[in-house]
């Protein structure tokens, strides 16, 4: 089974810093990669997601960054605030499917 | 338009009980995904149905069991419980396209625990 190493298991960032956490995936090509985030007691929720064609993309505060060479995507949070503290995962489908292989989580906190 | 429901929210349950979990997907969506959630384990995939037929299964073992109604909803069903199913039970919808839509919503969860 595809397999996606994510980090830092952990961070914590003060208000107004950059959060940057990091996920590698294996040989494998997909459609699209995905990054959920997490509130305590909801499920995930779509925040962002990139195409494999692109490099980059932006959403508001928002960034995923793609290396595609280095197989890695990365998740970029740019003037972070205490609002954006939850959980956040990467993760890559699997084939054609509906299946999605999801990273370990990193838990971001972003203190006032 | 309403979201994922889930029920039941929370349950507890005794080693060697059956549990069954209930998912009603956001209308017009026709696949249902599920996911257990651990703090240990993360995320991972159970199995997903569309159009009533399971499409793809995760590597749980055959006490897990799931179907879909023609509506669309789903059960999913935990049989001889063990401590170490505990765990947030999450249901996910989607159009179903392969992948390509590039989104699962996510209910809330069931949250079993297993005494």
């Known amino acids: 089974q595809q397999q996606v190493k994510q980090s830092p298991q952990s961070l914590i960032v003060q208000k107004g810093g950059i959060s940057i956490i990091n996920c590698a995936y294996e040989n494998t090509a997909f459609d699209y990669f995905p990054w959920y985030q997490q509130f305590p007691g909801k499920g995930p929720a779509l925040l962002i997601a990139i195409r494999p064609d692109v490099s980059e993309k932006k959403e508001g505060r928002f960034t995923i960054s793609f290396n595609k060479s280095a197989k890695q995507f990365s998740l970029h949070i740019m003037d972070s605030q205490p609002g954006d503290s939850a959980t956040y995962f990467c993760?890559?489908?699997?084939?054609?499917?509906?299946?999605?292989?999801f990273g370990k989580g990193t838990k971001l906190t972003v203190n006032p | 338009k309403a979201g994922v429901t889930q029920t039941p929210r929370y349950l507890i349950k005794t080693r060697g009980q059956q549990v069954t979990l209930s998912c009603s997907p956001i209308s017009g969506h026709r696949s249902v995904s599920w996911y257990q959630q651990t703090p240990g384990q993360g995320l991972q995939f159970l199995f997903e149905y569309f159009s009533e037929t399971q499409r793809n299964k995760g590597n749980f073992p055959g006490r897990f069991s799931g179907r879909q109604f023609s509506n669309s909803r789903s059960e999913m069903n935990v049989s001889t419980l063990e401590l170490g199913d505990s765990a947030l039970y999450l249901c996910a919808s989607s159009l179903g396209r392969g992948g390509r839509t590039g989104e699962l919503f996510f209910g809330e969860g069931s949250r079993l625990t297993v005494l």
């Open positions: 993760a890559t489908p699997q084939g054609g499917s509906e299946k999605l292989v």
